[in-house]
């Protein structure tokens, strides 16, 4: 089961991430710092998440300022020093409330009541999940680009690194070519399949089938190599590493 982790102290969120996954069943799949990171991260992809980890005060605000932006209807774990949240917490999707520090045997108790909940909905649930037909999501598969007069298709599968320069998208393609596109880099991303693209940082969108391997960097941070020569080293946070790891495996 996929895990969010929203805390903005790395070295409680590296702690945090340990514990969980001592527990096989299961991944956290990304370590957020801030409500605004959390906002975009879960209006993109919460569908694919099955727990949430939230430490109530992060540097931007609470995180019940989450809430204000976007539907979250995946249980929520809260973590923070103080005891003065909890009927908040309640009100939030919240399944447990854990003071800091935090114990071992707490993370672990609150991953138990979260199976033992959603072993009770299962169960009483008419038909099996697994049974349920869902509408397959279509991505784009290809875009239009100016060069001089003329307008260009390029495929999305021919396109190995999307890359924002100066406010300007460009694709880069396998082949070598760099064109512009007339969009923003979310805008993007949303279109592409998230299974064969991953923003690795705030700058880049990478086609899985470009990387050739990645390498330690500077403070935990990975660089990846591509098939193609890209224009600056393609560098991901170390926030990101554990879930591009994830991703290429997958």
């Known amino acids: 089961m996929n895990v969010l982790i929203v805390e903005d102290e790395a070295h409680t969120a590296s702690l945090l991430q340990e514990i969980i996954e001592q527990d096989k069943d299961f991944m956290a799949v990304e370590k957020l710092e801030s409500v605004a990171d959390a906002v975009y991260y879960l209006s993109k992809y919460q569908q694919n998440l099955d727990l949430l980890f939230f430490d109530i005060q992060l540097a931007d605000g609470h995180s019940f300022e ?3 932006h976007v539907d979250v ?6 973590c923070t020093a103080y005891d003065e949240y909890t009927l908040k917490a309640i009100k939030n999707n919240g399944i447990d409330y854990i003071l800091k520090p935090f114990r071992e045997e707490d993370i672990h ?3 138990a009541r979260y199976k033992k909940l959603t072993s ?3 169960t009483k649930n008419t038909r099996p999940f697994q049974m349920e037909q869902l509408p397959q999501t279509r991505y784009q598969q290809s875009f239009l680009t100016q060069l001089r007069e003329k ?3 390029r495929q999305v599968k021919d396109i190995a690194l999307f890359y924002i320069e100066f406010e300007t998208v460009y694709l880069f393609t396998f082949t070598g070519e760099q064109l512009p596109l007339f969009k923003n880099l979310e805008y ?7 299974r064969q693209f991953f923003r690795v940082n ?4 990478v086609n899985k089938d470009a990387v050739l391997n990645i390498e330690p960097y500077f403070n935990r941070k990975v660089v990846v190599q591509l098939k193609i020569k890209p224009p600056e080293k393609v560098i991901v946070s170390r926030l990101k590493v554990t879930s591009f790891k994830n991703w ?3």
């Open 66 to 68: 989450i809430f204000k």
């Open 109 to 111: 108790a609150a991953l």
């Open 151 to 153: 307008t260009i298709v």
């Open 248 to 250: 290429l495996e997958h």
């Open 73 to 78: 209807f995946v249980p929520v774990v809260f």
């Open 202 to 205: 705030r700058q880049m969108l």
């Open 188 to 194: 993007i991303e949303s279109v592409c399949d998230p």
């Open 120 to 122: 009770a909905l299962q």
